[in-house]
């Protein structure tokens, strides 16, 4: 147990931090976010540079930025002053992460770096070192202490430091229009992709697979149809053709006990209606949406005119890799 209870005070300590760091933000953030949507307008890039535990953060804050459409490097400190500085082009936005804003290693680099005429947006808990006196805006990460119980070794800062760079990746994301398709275009492997490329008549059970009768079909033949589609629902159509509900084998365990038996019943009399469904052609993650949100094993779906086209066996996601 004492174990747990010092991973708890880790856990309050660095909410703490993150509750400071942001009751600090103010308008040099939205300076920031305007710096960096300038420079990729031109286009430009985003530099990252950071020494120790700053740039593994760095790292994280580079690949976050590019994955949402911000092309972001991470700039080795000590390899940019013996030709890597090369990397760096008139108009891109640098982030600079130190937390102490003494690093040694970034002191003879941030001179040569405003010589190419680029913009510093500093990430530290020190406004007024040496780090945020060479920068054009500072974002204040400072906190109240480290999860560290010397408070010493680099814990609740990095988390903020970390946090800070997502705030800026979402507002950049947001300023420039970045959509979802957007998104999908820059992953196009994993689950995350495959649900953002995907549309719903892609992924879903069709033709025999998908059961359509009428609504005067009697419960018994609607059972027949779902046993020889080899699935859990049934797709009930009026006399137009188009969606007017759907049946179970949740519907048929309710209503197992009606007198008289329910085998004989027309489905009109115990289908659900205004089914949940979705378009044919929506894109897959909006049928995962649906499946978290709803709680439901089979999804219809209908085309633009409302008749019945599929349905989205939830067994079927896993196999997809859509979960």
């Known amino acids: 147990m004492k174990h747990l209870s010092e991973a708890r005070k880790v856990f309050d300590l660095e909410l703490a931090a993150l509750k400071a760091v942001r009751g600090q933000l103010d308008s040099a953030f939205d300076r920031a976010v305007e710096l960096v949507v300038a420079s990729l307008q031109q286009p430009g890039k985003v530099v990252v540079v950071g020494i120790g535990k700053s740039g593994n953060v760095g790292q994280k804050i580079a690949a976050t930025l590019t994955s949402t459409g911000s092309p972001s490097v991470?700039?080795?400190?000590?390899?940019?002053?013996?030709?890597?500085?090369?990397?760096?082009?008139?108009?891109?936005?640098?982030?600079?992460?130190?937390?102490?804003g003494e690093s040694e290693e970034l002191f003879a680099l941030l001179p040569a770096l405003k010589q190419l005429s680029v913009k510093i947006i500093a990430f530290t808990g020190a406004v007024k070192s040496t780090v945020a006196r060479f920068s054009d805006v500072v974002l204040n990460v400072k906190v109240p202490r480290e999860a560290c119980p010397f408070n010493l070794a680099p814990t609740a800062s990095t988390t903020a430091m970390m946090v800070m760079g997502d705030a800026l990746a979402m507002a950049v994301l947001q300023a420039r229009g970045f959509k979802q398709?957007?998104?999908?275009?820059?992953?196009?492997?994993?689950?995350?992709?495959?649900a953002l490329l995907l549309r719903v008549r892609d992924v879903m059970r069709s033709g025999g697979r998908c059961p359509i009768v009428g609504q005067a079909t009697t419960v018994q033949e609607g059972l027949l149809a779902m046993t020889q589609a080899k699935a859990g629902s049934l797709c009930i159509v009026d006399g137009r053709g188009k969606l007017a509900g759907v049946f179970t084998d949740g519907d048929l365990r309710r209503h197992l006990a009606t007198p008289g038996g329910v085998l004989s019943q027309p489905l009109a009399s115990v289908m659900t209606r205004h089914p949940i469904c979705v378009r044919d052609d929506a894109?897959?993650?909006?049928?995962?949406?649906?499946?978290?949100?709803r709680n439901i094993d089979d999804l219809l779906v209908v085309n633009a005119k409302q008749e019945p086209v599929g349905l989205v066996d939830s067994q079927d996601l896993p196999k997809l890799k859509l979960m």
């Open 283 to 293: 894109l897959a993650a909006e049928a995962l949406k649906i499946f978290k949100e």
């Open 181 to 194: 398709k957007d998104f999908a275009r820059y992953h196009p492997s994993g689950a995350i992709g495959r």
């Open 74 to 100: 991470v700039l080795n400190s000590v390899d940019a002053m013996h030709g890597d500085l090369g990397i760096v082009r008139e108009g891109d936005v640098v982030l600079a992460l130190s937390y102490s």
